[in-house]
């Protein structure tokens, strides 16, 4: 069984909506850090929000204000809500973990587990 597996990814319009999901095996689910990852091809891997063991979180500038991480404990299962969708937000999206706590404001720059991905796709 993978540790992580992400789902939710797909076409959508610009100010359109996704919720991604992420299944993360209960070994290493709210161990610590969990959060987002993004890339598309050609260029560098960015982070997009965290959410430590407290619940605590932390968003890349870039998309404050329109994307929200949560987690179900009860599921072990991490979300990244996705609202007023724009077209540079096209990627393929990853979730993370590890058992060290996120940096004060922000995501560890290589997590331990990571998912396969899940393509997001915003048309214009």
């Known amino acids: 069984q993978l540790p992580l597996v992400e789902s939710g990814g797909g076409s959508v319009q610009a100010g359109g909506s996704l919720r991604l999901s992420c299944a993360v095996s209960l070994y290493i689910y709210n161990r610590g850090c969990m959060a987002w990852f993004r890339q598309a091809p050609g260029k560098e891997r960015e982070g997009v929000a965290a959410?430590?063991?407290?619940?605590?979180?932390s968003y890349a500038d870039s998309v404050k204000g329109r994307f929200t991480i949560s987690k179900d404990n009860a599921k072990t299962t991490l979300y990244l809500q996705m609202n007023s969708l724009k077209p540079e937000d096209t990627d393929t999206y990853y979730c993370?973990?590890?058992?060290?706590?996120?940096?004060?404001?922000?995501?560890?720059?290589?997590?331990?587990?990571w998912g396969q991905g899940t393509q997001v796709t915003v048309s214009s």
């Open positions: 993370t973990a590890d058992a060290r706590r996120c940096p004060t404001g922000s995501w560890l720059l290589r997590p331990f587990y």
């Open positions: 959410i430590d063991i407290d619940g605590s979180t």
